[in-house]
């Protein structure tokens, strides 16, 4: 199975989710091998992101395919890899968050590893990933947003099982996302803003 997140999305904590509520595992993004190349236009994605690369037919086509794993990656939207996602038979969630948001947690990594981000430039990258993947028009992708994910789980984690097929368990109103590696501060002010 394949979750596209945008970077800074929470598509970590859900891909785990899903693992732990399907029973099957979980796989983050492949990192840069010697063979990867990089995506043209979104170099500082790139700089954070050792992920986000040019993928093939083979290998997105495979992990949507296979249902003992999930599959997570910032797949850039790219239009090589455009035309690939629309050739998948197999049904896959893209889960996008708000840009300002996510350069937010940006200026927190750079204050943090001082990586020294272009933020108009990687603003932009953001802001275009966004909109690619918001307006594509994929009959076996799913659109979900990191707002809903946060704010409303139980009732968007429901859908996103359907889509890939996996039962819903009795004890789903139990569950809820879980926490990985973020310190949090964007979580807590958007649900200090939906107050």
Same mark, same amino acid.
């Given at each position: 199975?394949?979750?596209?997140?945008?970077?800074?999305?929470?598509?970590?904590?859900?891909?785990?989710?899903?693992?732990?509520?399907?029973?099957?595992?979980?796989?983050?993004?492949?990192?840069?091998?010697?063979?990867?190349?990089?995506?043209?236009?979104?170099?500082?994605?790139?700089?954070?992101?050792?992920?986000?690369?040019?993928?093939?037919?083979?290998?997105?086509?495979?992990?949507?395919?296979?249902?003992?794993?999930?599959?997570?990656?910032?797949?850039?939207?790219?239009?090589?890899?455009?035309?690939?996602?629309?050739?998948?038979?197999?049904?896959?969630?893209?889960?996008?968050?708000?840009?300002?948001?996510?350069?937010?947690?940006?200026?927190? /990594?750079?204050?943090?590893?001082? %990586?020294?981000? &272009? *933020? @108009?430039?990687?603003? =932009?990258? !953001?802001?275009?990933? $966004?909109? #690619?993947?918001?307006?594509?028009?994929?009959?076996?992708?799913? /659109?979900?947003?990191?707002?809903? %994910?946060?704010? &409303? *789980? @139980?009732?968007?984690? =429901?859908? !996103?099982?359907?889509? $890939?097929? #996996?039962?819903?368990?009795?004890?789903?109103?139990?569950?809820?996302?879980?926490?990985?590696?973020?310190?949090?501060?964007?979580? @807590?002010?958007?649900?200090?803003?939906?107050?």
């Amino acid at each position: 199975m394949l979750l596209i997140g945008q970077p800074k999305s929470g598509s970590t904590a859900l891909m785990k989710t899903i693992a732990e509520i399907a029973k099957i595992q979980p796989i983050n993004g492949r990192n840069w091998t010697a063979q990867d190349v990089e995506c043209e236009g979104y170099k500082e994605t790139q700089k954070y992101h050792h992920t986000t690369v040019k993928r093939s037919k083979e290998f997105l086509i495979n992990h949507a395919a296979n249902r003992k794993s999930i599959y997570k990656e910032h797949i850039l939207p790219i239009e090589h890899h455009i035309n690939i996602l629309k050739k998948i038979e197999d049904n896959f969630v893209c889960l996008l968050r708000d840009p300002e948001e996510i350069l937010d947690c940006y200026r927190r /990594i750079d204050s943090v590893l001082n %990586i020294k981000f &272009n *933020f @108009k430039k990687l603003y =932009k990258e !953001i802001e275009l990933y $966004y909109n #690619i993947y918001n307006n594509l028009n994929i009959q076996n992708m799913l /659109i979900v947003t990191y707002k809903d %994910i946060v704010l &409303n *789980f @139980k009732e968007t984690i =429901k859908p !996103i099982l359907n889509h $890939y097929g #996996i039962a819903i368990p009795d004890d789903i109103d139990k569950w809820d996302l879980l926490k990985v590696n973020y310190t949090g501060v964007g979580l @807590k002010r958007l649900k200090d803003a939906s107050k």
